[in-house]
């Protein structure tokens, strides 16, 4: 059994490169060969899947949250104010 | 004007109002608009009036085939797009070497076991319910404390990629950097998100 993981450790990428690897995906489709490396690597190791569902968690949670967010904000008065009055004094000027 | 169509009165289009009453209509929704981008209260402000400031002086390029409204974020999308090409510029300087993996703190280096977690840096199971109102604010309360003490470049490489949704290509475009460098700096700020998290997550 222990000689047959030091194979697959051999030939699948480790929890360093799939580390990469699942930023990666994050972002773009991964060649084949990367691909099926990253999925049989996240079948077998716990720590790495949880990285994954994690990386994957938190932008799920920041789009969202980002985007109800939003319609909520609004200019201080002050800021109002500061604007507006040289907004006019801008649009005085010839 | 080299438009085709001319407003019947030309020197003042019908359709824009009086530019006393934009920051009243339009200031929210703009400072919205910007702060979403620039994450700096201070800067959107300014942003925000920089953006009147350009409708003033551009007000006879008002053609009335938008609302008011779609031709101010118009100029405010450009005053952003200006702010990262700036902001770019000083990434570009950047030696993505810099960034480039001090994986050594969180992976085994040799030995049979090399490039294996290192077994304090193992990742944690969090127990965050995304459907859950009160937890998901919490989760981002923390993530957002945690970009803060990020580096300011991966902060910003993280807010327009994984924040905004704003395409690879396009965020490359934006900052100036190659794909490669955008890659390498995406994973290093995940990475330095998730692991700050995971510290203060856990001790909640």
Known sequence: ?????????????????????????MDESLPWRKRLGLRLHLMMCVWCRRNAEQLELMRIIARSKAHSEIEQVKLSSDA????????QQNDERP | MTDG???????KPSSLSDSKDWVDKHGDALYGYALKYINDRQAAED???????????????FSG???????????????????????????????????????????????PDAGSWQPERRPVAWSVD???????QQFW??????????????????RLRDIEEIEYQKVCNILSVTPTNLRVMLHRARKLLRRCLEINWMEV
């Open chain 1, 1 to 25: 059994m222990k000689i047959i993981m030091r194979l697959m450790n051999r030939i699948l990428p480790s929890c360093r490169e799939v580390s990469h690897l699942t930023s990666q995906a």
């Open chain 1, 80 to 87: 109002q104010k500061r604007i507006a009055e040289s907004l």
């Open chain 2, 5 to 11: 169509i001319v407003p019947e009165d030309s020197s």
């Open chain 2, 47 to 61: 942003m925000v009036q920089e953006t009147l400031f350009a409708a003033l002086k551009g007000r006879a390029s």
């Open chain 2, 65 to 111: 085939a938008s609302s008011e409204r779609t031709w101010l974020i118009g100029i405010l999308k450009n005053k952003v797009i200006d702010h990262y090409r700036k902001a770019g510029r000083e990434t570009r300087m950047i030696d993505p070497e810099q960034f480039s993996d001090s994986d050594e703190t969180d992976y085994i280096s040799t030995g």
């Open chain 2, 130 to 136: 995304p459907n859950d109102p009160v937890e998901k």
């Open chain 2, 141 to 158: 309360e923390h993530l957002q404390k945690c970009l803060e003490e990020l580096d300011a470049r991966l902060a910003r490489v993280y």
